[in-house]
Each structure stands twice: as C-alpha cells, then as structure tokens.
C-alpha cells in the first residue's frame, strides 16, 4: 500500500462521531472539515472512512421523476412529493424496504405511513440475520453487550463470519486486542477461535481455527453439543473435521471464564439457515451449565438492529411486518420482501436506504422492473436505474442526526458533523412529507391520526 500524507490542510475538526457502515457503530471518529466538506476521517477502517468521505460523483444531489422516454429527469421537490404520495396512496399491495441505514427517527414516520394505507415494512434482515431474528423466537437469545466481551472474554470464537474483512475494527474495538478490566494484558488474556470453511483474515488473526466443510455447520455444532452432554461420537470425522479435535475443542470451551460467540451469514445463508443459529443458540445455553457463555449476530448495516428492535417494540414483529388488514401480522416466507416479489404482490415499492438493485436475486428484481419504484437514497445506485422517483436523502451521522442501535441492542446518537447539500432533504423530513400529503390524499385528519 503506498504511503499516504496525513490530511493537514483542515478548517476544524468534529469528535466522537460515530460510523454509519457497520454494526459495530464505531463512535470514537473525528472528521476533518473543509470548507464544509470531510476531507479526512481518523480512527475509521478503511470500509468507514471511505462511506464518510462520500463520492460526490455518486450522490444523488435533486429530486428526479421517470419521463415517457425512460429517462430520469430532474423536477422539484413538490411533484416529486406529489407523485410519490400519489402512488403510495393508490398502492394496493405497496411494500416499504431497507430502513438499516438511516435513522429511528426516520423509521417512526415510515411505520405511521405504513400503517394507513396497509403496506409491508421490512428491512434487510429478511436477505441477513433474519434466520437470526427467528432462531431467537425458537431458542431463546443470550446475549451480551461489546463492553462485557472487552472486559470480561477469555475466549472469542467467530463462527461463519469473517470480522477483518466485515467489521474490521471487531477485533480491535471490542472482541480480541482491547485491554479490558479483567483482562489487563488484551490479546494476550484471551484464545481467538475460527470456525468457517475457509482460512479467512480473521482465521489468520486467531489462536484456533477449525475448517469445517461448506455446509457442516449442523452437524459440527450437534457434535459439539453431543460431547458436552458426555456423549461418546461414533463417526471418526464429523463435517470434516476428527472428533478428537472436537472433543479438544469443548473441552477448552467449558473451561473459560467467559466466552463470547460471534456468528454471521456462514450460519444464516448456509443449508439448515436458521436451524443453524438454533443450535448454535442451544450450544451457548449447554455451555452455561459449565461456564460463562453468551452470544451476538453479527449486524451488517450500522442500524439494521435498530429497524428490528423499534419494530418489535412498537409493532410486536422485528420485520416483515403487514399492516394490509388493518393489524400487524408476520408470517416469514409469507410477508417478507423477496417472497412477495417473486411471487409479483406488490404494486409499489418504495426502497429507503438500501439497494436491492444490486443485493436482490434476479427473479425479485425483475418485478421490480416492473412496478413503480420510490428511492430515497443519497447515493446512485443499481437500484437508481429500477427507481421511477428519486428523492435524495442526507447522510445520517454526517449531515443528519439520528438514533441507531448497535449489534448488541445499545443505541447511541449520531450527531451532525456538516450541512447537506442545499438541494438534498433529511430522510426524516422526506418521509414525514409522505405521510403529510398521503393523509391529504386520504382525507385523513393529521392530529387524529396520529393519535
Ligand atoms: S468497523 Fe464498522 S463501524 Fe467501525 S469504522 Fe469500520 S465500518 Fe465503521
């Protein structure tokens, strides 16, 4: 990598702001700001830093409306408003996707929109950790805060999920490297294990690392649970690897002080999906009965937890949440967003915060073609070119304050740092501009309605 100047030419400098990349929600950042620009972020990874610097190339800058030609053409922020409200209010089957990266307070309208004219609201749980969201339901969720693994974990194990690469400052932050109150000498006090197929980054980084094969998480995991209960294992090699190391492996497990077990989407995209988390959920609470043993998902987006703990607060269901009858219902691989595209449901869909253009499978996205599009978004995207109107969006935790919730449950604040640009809005005041001109629509009294 070549050498880069350190950044000097700088008006000020913002401190403590806080990452909107990933789930670790990193808020120790400072931003260097010029001429009303960051134009230097210390303490980020490489994957933060680059978000909060943005590409001014990609960003979506005025509100735009699809023309008879195909061609998206730039018209102000009333018609574009009107227009939008118009489809949402006419909509039958409308769908409300994506959520995970902008704020709580974003989302307290979009739910108020949701529920008077009866759409889905999902986030991108239903395509990550929802076989999380729903293990949890079946098994229980014993989970931890950052803090407590920093201060207190002896053993980390990673499991499908590959930190350095996802979440690169995990280790560093949180999990492995930290000196914490009871573990004075950080990486030195603690074992590092990788479970994943491949010899990842975060493999090479930790003291252990068991292969499994593609696919073998079940059985892995069973065979684990089978040697902890004492069992004696009848297959020589279990999902590729030799019951002795198993055996060695549990053993050390149930002799630790505390252990922290972080799993990503090896577990939820892989054969068995949520039965994979089940077990693994049931493996910590076998693991409790000989020492101390707790778990976290490992969140993508930096407020993807967030859309999940307001929804099931709020609405009782963490996502995939249909107001069409009036109540609240939730029925996975029946409301959730990629079931009801594929079977062609909805006749509008408006994406905020999130690029199914580019993270859906094909056959989602071919209706998706088909049906009229609402993107609120501030940066150009694949799903910019399936959009029919665009409304673009500030940048939550850099132009915009808001509320998020970490990977562990703990909310923190972003604040702003600089002015958007002046032909951008806030996700909030764009989603409650909906909500203002659908009631119109409607003939719905604001001040009963909220109600
Ligand atoms: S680890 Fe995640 S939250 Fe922290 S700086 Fe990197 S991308 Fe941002």
Same mark, same amino acid.
């Given at each position: ?77 009333? &018609? ?125 980084? &930790? ?64 054969? &068995? ?120 969006? &500030? ?57």
């Amino acid at each position: 990598m070549a050498y880069e100047e350190p950044i000097t030419d700088y008006d000020h400098i913002v401190e403590n702001c806080t990452c909107a990349f990933c789930g670790c929600n990193c808020d120790d950042l400072t931003y260097l700001v010029k001429d009303g620009h960051v134009v230097g972020v210390r303490h980020a990874c490489r994957l933060g830093a680059s978000k909060v610097m943005e590409d001014m190339d990609q960003r979506l800058m005025v509100p735009m409306i699809r023309d008879d030609n195909g061609k998206l053409v730039e018209v102000d922020w009333d &018609s574009a408003l009107d227009k939008a409200a118009e489809l949402i209010a006419g909509a039958v089957r409308p769908v409300f996707y994506g959520w995970s990266e902008t704020s709580i307070e974003t989302m307290k309208y979009g739910l108020e929109l949701g529920e008077l004219v009866g759409a889905v609201l999902d986030n991108q749980a239903t395509i990550c950790h929802g076989p999380s969201l729903q293990a949890v339901q079946n098994a229980g969720y014993p989970v931890m805060t950052l803090g407590e693994v920093k201060n207190r974990a002896d053993m980390v194990v990673y499991t499908g999920n590959n930190a350095m690469n996802s979440h690169p400052r995990h280790l560093g932050r949180y999990s492995t490297f930290p000196r914490g109150y009871f573990r004075k000498r950080g990486r030195f006090d603690r074992t590092v294990v990788t479970m994943d197929p491949r010899y990842t980054d975060t493999a090479k980084m &930790s003291d252990i690392w068991v292969g499994f094969e593609q696919n073998g998480d079940y059985e892995f995991y069973n065979a684990m649970r089978a040697v902890l209960r004492g069992k004696k294992l009848k297959k020589d090699i279990i999902s590729g690897i030799p019951k002795e190391d198993i055996e060695e492996l549990v053993e050390s497990m149930k002799n630790v002080e505390f252990g922290a077990l972080f799993f990503g989407l090896g577990l939820t995209h892989t054969l &068995s999906k949520q039965r994979n988390i089940d077990i693994a959920i049931s493996l910590i609470q076998d693991l409790n009965k000989f020492a101390k043993w707790n778990l976290i998902p490992m969140r993508g987006h930096f407020n993807v937890n967030g859309f999940n703990i307001f929804m099931a607060y709020e609405m009782g269901f963490p996502y995939g949440v249909d107001f069409s009858r009036g109540y609240p219902r939730y029925m996975n691989g029946e409301t959730n967003t990629i079931d009801l595209l594929t079977r062609e449901e909805p006749d509008v869909f408006m994406v905020i915060a999130a690029d199914p253009g580019a993270h859906f499978p094909g056959g989602a996205n071919r209706h998706l073609a088909n049906i009229p599009v609402i993107q609120i978004d501030i940066h150009w995207g694949p799903s910019t070119e399936l959009a029919d109107i665009v409304l673009p969006g &500030s940048f939550i935790g850099v132009e915009a304050a808001g509320t998020s919730y970490r990977m562990d449950g703990v909310p923190i604040y972003m604040k702003k740092a600089i002015d958007k640009p002046e032909t951008c809005r806030d996700d909030e005041w764009i989603v409650n501009e909906l909500l203002k001109r659908v009631q119109k629509i409607k003939g719905v009294d604001a001040k009963m309605a909220s109600k």
